[in-house]
């Protein structure tokens, strides 16, 4: 999940003037970076098939199988904090790089995994290669902002931004070509002997475990360009973001007394909740409504994941000329109608009903963003923590949806997504209402006018 900057979500276009996108010499480290972008795309959606995929090759249930996905996003909770500290104490590229290779090493880990065959092997190989997209991302986002002028932080960053959806594309293209085509065949299980099991184990989880080495290898080359580059002087994320005289207890009551920022976590939370659940169990819902294998489920998730993409770009521009919190809570209850369709019509319209849910997920998670964090003032870093942590929806809402597919159907568990989009459109609706009420029945735009920041300071040495 990528953070946006405030500037996203609303506001007076930045007035870059005749300003260089990129500071000089920062080329080849801003293409880095935008792999890195590209990279835990890839990682996400490469992992996102796989509940269906470990399914069949263990025979489990999906609540099980769907321990896959509290693995991976509870790794997302679990390693903000540790590297906002690393952040903090060593710099924004040692965040980087630790992320990098504590990926790397997670995705290597997919080796030994399908010698062991277990699922607890799989499962420790997921968690430590998510935390080290964790630190990644948690770093990534304001060293893009470092490596030019102040005035084109915000479009240098949404660039980079652009890039995840095409890596979590590549990911869906890769599960759906190299591994799910190898898990399609349905076997009786009851009618092998134990050396059978074994050898036909073996091939599929060998399978799980090549595009696993190849995104390791590719960590690693990203590692080494970053590593050569030197570190530019950093320019904070929020720079008007500064001390607060009660200290750090103080920030913490700030945000706990902010309505909007509470919420706004809450919102958050089931936003990436929906997602995964919508993308997770999609295959699952082919597999029920068309009577599809994995391979069909896989086609109709890589063409979600396109029009994810290409709707990103679409609602940045729709933005621009409508508030973001109104098509906010329009695509939320949209999609609320599009799940209950799903679930009330498990044939081809409902699997159109689920494709379109990424429509409306294009624009959440940027606004949700950007709306929480809205005058925070100094708590406001302490505040982008807390919504990056709320990433944990990812891994709590798949088990329950897991539990409803185990005691219903995958068409009936859809109610588990359309739960969470009512809440996101509640959000929403609330925000409308909260600027009316502070502003006359005036509604402002989402994020304030910018202000001038102060020269940025350099929080690094140069190598």
């Not at 624009?363 to 406001?380: E, H, N, Q, R, S």
């Amino acid at each position: 999940m990528s953070s946006i900057a405030n500037g996203v979500v609303g506001g007076r276009p930045e007035e870059t003037g005749s300003q260089p996108l990129l500071g000089r010499g920062m080329v080849v480290l801003f293409i880095a970076l935008i792999c890195c972008f590209t990279a835990w795309g890839i990682a996400q959606d490469l992992t996102t098939p796989m509940v269906a995929g470990f399914k069949r090759i263990f025979a489990m249930s999906t609540f099980q199988a769907s321990l896959v996905q509290l693995a991976y996003f509870g790794a997302y909770f679990m390693l903000a904090l540790p590297a906002a500290f690393i952040n903090q104490r060593f710099g924004y590229k040692t965040g980087i790089l630790s992320g990098l290779v504590l990926a790397a090493l997670g995705a290597f880990l997919f080796f030994p995994a399908s010698k062991i065959m277990t699922y607890d092997a799989f499962l420790v190989a997921l968690f430590a290669m998510a935390a080290g997209c964790s630190m990644l991302e948690t770093s990534a986002n304001p060293y893009v902002i470092s490596l030019g002028a102040e005035s084109t932080a915000t479009r240098r960053l949404n660039l980079a931004q652009a890039f995840n959806p095409v890596g979590t594309n590549i990911g869906v293209l890769l599960a759906s070509t190299l591994i799910l085509p190898k898990l399609s065949d349905p076997v009786d299980v009851s009618s092998l002997t134990t050396s059978q099991l074994h050898t036909i184990r073996a091939g599929e989880l060998g399978a799980v475990m090549g595009p696993y080495i190849g995104l390791a290898l590719l960590l690693v080359v990203i590692a080494a360009a970053i590593a050569s580059q030197k570190v530019p002087p950093i320019v904070e994320e929020f720079p008007h973001a500064g001390p607060h005289e009660g200290g750090t207890r103080e920030l913490f009551r700030v945000l706990w007394r902010n309505k909007r920022y509470r919420f706004g976590v809450v919102a958050q939370f089931m936003n990436v909740g929906a997602q995964v659940c919508s993308w997770t169990f999609l295959i699952q819902y082919v597999g029920q409504a068309l009577g599809g294998s994995l391979v069909k489920g896989g086609v109709y998730l890589q063409v979600s994941l396109l029009i994810f993409l290409a709707s990103r770009f679409l609602m940045t521009w729709v933005i621009g000329h409508i508030r973001a919190t109104k098509v906010l809570a329009v695509l939320a209850f949209l999609a609320v109608v599009l799940c209950v369709f799903a679930m009330s019509s498990p044939n081809l319209a409902g699997v159109v009903a689920v494709v379109s849910l990424s429509f409306c997920l294009s624009l959440m998670f940027p606004t949700i963003y950007g709306v929480a964090l809205k005058g925070l003032g100094p708590a406001t870093k302490f505040g982008a923590a807390g919504l990056v942590m709320a990433i944990v929806g990812g891994a709590i809402m798949p088990l329950v949806q897991g539990k409803v597919v185990d005691a219903t159907s995958p068409a009936f568990s859809f109610i588990v997504p359309a739960f969470c989009f009512a809440v996101v459109g509640l959000y929403a609706v609330y925000d409308l209402k909260a600027e009316a009420s502070v502003t006359g029945g005036q509604p402002t735009r989402d994020v304030g006018r910018a202000t001038p920041a102060s020269p940025p300071q350099p929080t690094e040495g140069t190598p």
